[in-house]
């Protein structure tokens, strides 16, 4: 399933839709995050077509997305530089998902202050040996290229970094692509679990500190760090770098763990 399949269907008077072929896009039972959350993105942004850039996202992963979805998209407040919108997926009748973006128009800056440089820089991705071949779900598995960038394998310090990239990036903006790629990796904590048992995505909160982001053929560096987990969650700290190693993208995200 191309990533236009995936876009094309949404109109920008919402409402139901049906996604074909989702098979290539499931993690377990559900849609992979990264692309439930750019389908309410997209809604978004076609329903209101004047908006700002964007500078943050909140996104809430309620229950399963299946392929029969309805997309409902609404401005809860825009000011002279600031626009605040709620999109939602619906699948029979019930909330999926529920996402909170937030566009802002650049202004003259009244405090300037650079993201600290990437510790640990693994060297460039060309030089990267490939990660996860035949391995993960089917949305991995279908939709990315994955490589390392830290010598770790196996249990130890809970952070997993990966360079990653989308194998078809047709038609995508730069910001979408970062939503759709956001969420790519395992949590931090996988590696500090005593033994192997599912994982999911709970939410997923981010700010840009770019607005107009770019790499080298399409390569992102990405990391989950697992900040603390205790009684079945993980809270985590994730990061998108480009090649040059500055960074793109500021997350957070809380993680079920079970087994």
């Not at 098979?23 to 942004?45: D, F, K, N, P």
């Not at 850039?53 to 996104?59: D, Y």
């Not at 279908?142 to 010598?151: H, L, M, S, V």
């Given at each position: 399933?191309?990533?236009?399949?995936?876009?094309?269907?949404?109109?920008p008077?919402?409402?139901?839709?049906?996604?074909?072929?989702?098979?290539?896009?499931?993690?377990?039972?559900?849609?992979?995050?990264?692309?439930?959350?750019?389908?309410?993105?997209?809604?978004?942004?076609?329903?209101?077509?004047?908006?700002p850039?964007?500078?943050?996202?909140?996104?809430a992963?309620?229950?399963?997305t299946?392929?029969?979805?309805?997309?409902?998209?609404?401005?809860?407040?825009?000011?002279?530089?600031?626009?605040?919108?709620?999109?939602?997926?619906?699948?029979?009748?019930?909330?999926?998902?529920?996402?909170?973006?937030?566009?802002?128009?650049?202004?003259?800056?009244?405090?300037?202050?650079?993201?600290?440089?990437?510790e640990?820089?693994?060297g460039?991705?060309?030089?990267?040996?490939?990660?996860?071949?035949?391995?993960?779900?089917?949305?991995?598995q279908?939709?990315?290229?994955?490589?390392?960038?830290?010598?770790m394998?196996?249990?130890?310090?809970?952070?997993?970094?990966?360079?990653?990239?989308?194998?078809?990036?047709?038609?995508?903006?730069?910001?979408?692509?970062?939503?759709?790629?956001?969420?790519?990796?395992?949590?931090?904590?996988?590696?500090?679990?005593?033994?192997?048992?599912?994982?999911?995505?709970?939410?997923?909160?981010?700010?840009?500190?770019?607005?107009?982001?770019?790499?080298?053929?399409?390569?992102?560096?990405?990391?989950?760090?697992?900040?603390?987990?205790?009684?079945?969650?993980?809270?985590?700290?994730?990061?998108?770098?480009?090649?040059?190693?500055?960074?793109?993208l500021?997350?957070?995200?809380?993680?079920?763990?079970?087994?």
């Open positions: 399933m191309s990533i236009a399949s995936l876009t094309d269907p949404i109109t008077e919402g409402g139901k839709i049906r996604f074909e072929n989702l098979e290539h896009w499931l993690q377990g039972r559900t849609m992979y995050g990264g692309a439930s959350a750019l389908i309410a993105y997209t809604a978004a942004v076609r329903a209101f077509d004047d908006l850039p964007l500078r943050a996202g909140q996104v992963f309620v229950s399963p299946g392929p029969e979805v309805e997309l409902k998209r609404e401005i809860v407040r825009q000011g002279r530089n600031v626009a605040q919108v709620r999109s939602e997926i619906w699948c029979e009748g019930k909330c999926t998902l529920t996402a909170f973006w937030l566009f802002g128009t650049e202004r003259e800056p009244n405090a300037v202050h650079e993201a600290a440089p990437v640990n820089w693994p460039p991705p060309e030089e990267a040996d490939a990660a996860m071949e035949g391995k993960g779900p089917a949305f991995l279908n939709n990315f290229e994955i490589r390392r960038a830290q010598d394998r196996g249990p130890g310090a809970p952070v997993v970094r990966r360079w990653a990239r989308l194998k078809d990036r047709g038609g995508l903006d730069p910001i979408s692509e970062l939503i759709l790629l956001g969420d790519v990796l395992p949590p931090g904590a996988m590696r500090a679990m005593q033994r192997q048992g599912p994982i999911s995505s709970i939410n997923w909160s981010f700010n840009l500190l770019d607005t107009t982001p770019t790499t080298d053929d399409g390569w992102w560096l990405s990391e989950n760090a697992s900040q603390h987990a205790a009684g079945g969650y993980s809270s985590e700290r994730l990061r998108l770098w480009n090649t040059e190693g500055r960074q793109v500021d997350g957070m995200q809380s993680v079920a763990i079970f087994g």
